[in-house]
């Protein structure tokens, strides 16, 4: 049977995952259908995924150990060097547009579903840069990782201990990353800019104003702006626009098929028109009803002969 003909975006559902399985060369990665460990890169995965946008049910925790990939999520594009961390959500749309022929990864996806990982996870795509000691943390994480998967008898619970754990070392990494890595501002701005950035991943409908967080950090709206954008170079409207489309992107994407009416009422909009302009400007000029569509009615499932596999 041939493959059916590409069309927008590809389901790595359980029987891609099965033929990922086939394409794995190295003992060292674990391809399993609640968790995916890759230790060493497979070449065929390279082609397999390369310009072919795809969504996965799991979170994925990626690190750069060498050369270069130019990716795109949700429609945001992001370059990935040597060092680079970037977390991504479960079913966040992901298309891997040109890769160096070195390009190298440690990476995890999975999704245990727990309140902690829940809590932890960011709700939006987060890519931070390491340095050597950072590297040498998360590859003793996977390396211990890849040690219980292999496991005949291996513990659930354990896996899902350490991989809540290493979580929590990703939340380390991107605050350190977003606060600490400018010299020229002191330990009380750091502090701010650290909370400003919590307030708005943990806030339930983030589309508020500056003065809302503000008032919420007990400080001004322009000192606010001004310590922000010192230590990451963007400003707080920024933080704010990306969790904003992150959510709507949530909504739209949610099995409940909300109406596009009730998602700009959750998230602040007062019509539909406002939150169409807000996401075409963060969307590359789709709007929200195709956002859906692409990912609801053009979904193709791969469809692989006994041959193929």
């Known amino acids: 049977m041939k493959k059916e003909a590409s069309v927008n975006i590809h389901e790595i ?34 082609s397999y995924l390369a310009n072919m946008p795809h969504h996965l049910p799991m979170h994925r925790i990626v690190v750069t150990i060498k050369g270069t990939a130019h990716i795109t999520v949700n429609f945001i594009d992001y370059t990935l060097q040597e060092g680079d961390l ?29 309140e902690e990982e ?5 709700t ?38 350490l991989v809540i754990a290493l979580l929590h070392r990703v939340q380390t990494v991107i605050s350190y990353y977003h606060t600490l890595r400018q010299p020229s501002c002191n330990s009380a701005t750091k502090k701010l800019c650290s909370a400003f950035i919590k307030l708005v991943m943990q806030q339930a409908n983030p589309n508020q104003p500056v ?4 008032d919420q950090l007990c400080t001004s709206a322009n000192y606010l702006d001004t310590v922000v954008k010192t230590h990451t170079n963007r400003t707080p409207r ?45 969307a590359s000029g789709h709007s929200p009803s195709k956002f859906r569509k692409l990912y609801q ?8 002969s006994e041959r193929d596999c």
Request: proline share 5%.
């Open 297 to 304: 009615h053009q979904t193709i499932r791969l469809q692989l």
């Open 124 to 161: 939006d795509t987060i890519k931070a840069s390491t340095d050597n000691r950072d590297l040498n943390i998360f590859d003793n994480y996977f390396s211990l990782l890849q040690r219980l998967l292999h496991e005949e008898a291996n513990n659930k619970l354990e896996i899902t201990s």
């Open 211 to 214: 003065s809302f967080y503000a």
């Open 86 to 114: 970037i977390v991504i959500p479960a079913n966040y749309i992901v298309q891997y547009n040109h890769q160096s022929p070195d390009f190298s990864v440690r990476a995890l996806a999975f999704n245990f579903n727990t």
């Open 13 to 46: 559902d359980n029987r891609i995952i099965g033929h990922f399985q086939m394409l794995n060369t190295s003992d060292k990665n674990v391809i399993r259908e609640d968790i995916i460990l890759i230790m060493e890169d497979p070449p065929l995965f390279k």
């Open 118 to 122: 829940n809590l932890l996870m960011p």
């Open 238 to 282: 920024q933080w704010i626009a990306q969790r904003v489309f992150a959510h709507i992107c949530q909504l739209l994407l949610s099995p409940d098929n909300i109406p596009i009416k009730e998602i700009a009422y959750q998230t602040g909009y007062s019509s539909p028109t406002q939150l169409i302009r807000f996401f075409k400007q963060h």
